[in-house]
């Protein structure tokens, strides 16, 4: 079982930065894949991006690549999801979640643990 708390959202205009921070509890979080997820109000939860359990592997959708880097800091039980650039297009509610085996995944079936999520609103 891992635990995951999301933090760092907020409202930024259009062209600033955030970075969210997931903190995750247990002493295995070295060993999940782990990956950020967003949903807009009436849409399906979107992939944004994943990373590997030592952070060497990483995954974006073209839609956020280039402006959003994923990171992690295993001594801290800690995944990062900094966001540049950012677009009215990128509000929505951003979730951290974490997958116990291989491959990195952008299906959100395939991830076991969540967390609650933290509000991200980019005003134009």
């Known amino acids: 079982q891992v635990q995951l708390v999301e933090s760092g959202g907020g409202l930024v205009q259009a062209g600033g930065s955030l970075r969210l921070s997931c903190a995750a509890s247990g002493r295995t979080f070295s060993t999940y894949i782990m990956a950020w997820f967003r949903q807009a109000p009436g849409k399906e939860r979107d992939f944004v991006a994943a990373?590997?359990?030592?952070?060497?592997?990483?995954s974006y959708p073209d839609s956020v690549k280039g402006r959003f880097t994923i990171s992690r800091d295993n001594a801290k039980n800690t995944v990062y999801l900094q966001m540049n650039s950012l677009k009215p297009e990128d509000t929505a509610i951003y979730s951290c979640?974490?997958?116990?085996?291989?491959?990195?995944?952008?299906?959100?079936?395939?991830?076991?643990?969540w967390g609650q999520g933290t509000q991200v609103t980019v005003s134009s």
């Open positions: 979640a974490a997958r116990d085996r291989l491959p990195l995944s952008k299906f959100t079936t395939e991830y076991d643990f």
């Open positions: 990373i590997s359990s030592r952070g060497s592997v990483t």
